[in-house]
């Protein structure tokens, strides 16, 4: 079993910054991928960002440029760098850890807003 919990969700004023983090626990394996993900009112959860255990990152062209992912293996925490955020970055963020099997967390609510 693998748990996630994210933070550092909030409301931000357009062009502002954030920073989510997602602390993972339980059976990490060395072999996985991590990933955010998001889902805005009334629409599916679509793909932000995921970085393998090995470094590979892969970014949604709408969050290219603007959005890092990263983690840090000794804290078992995944983090999302958010810049210059518009209204449209307005969503529950979500954490996903891949191995053996799926796991989410329970989300963090980002809003972008004057």
């Known amino acids: 079993q693998v748990q996630l919990v994210e933070s550092g969700g909030g409301l931000v004023q357009p062009g502002g910054s954030l920073r989510l983090s997602c602390a993972a626990s339980?059976?990490?394996?060395?072999?996985?991928?991590m990933g955010w993900y998001r889902q805005a009112p009334g629409k599916q959860r679509d793909f932000v960002a995921t970085?393998?255990?090995?470094?590979?990152?892969n970014y949604a062209d709408s969050v290219k440029g603007r959005f890092t992912i990263s983690r840090d293996n000794t804290k078992k925490t995944l983090y999302l760098q958010m810049h210059s955020l518009t209204p449209a970055d307005t969503a529950v963020y979500y954490c996903?850890?891949?191995?053996?099997?799926?796991?989410w967390g329970q989300g963090t609510q980002v809003t972008v807003s004057s």
């Open positions: 996903r850890y891949t191995s053996r099997q799926d796991y």
């Open positions: 339980g059976s990490i394996s060395s072999y996985n991928v």
């Open positions: 970085l393998t255990s090995g470094g590979t990152t």
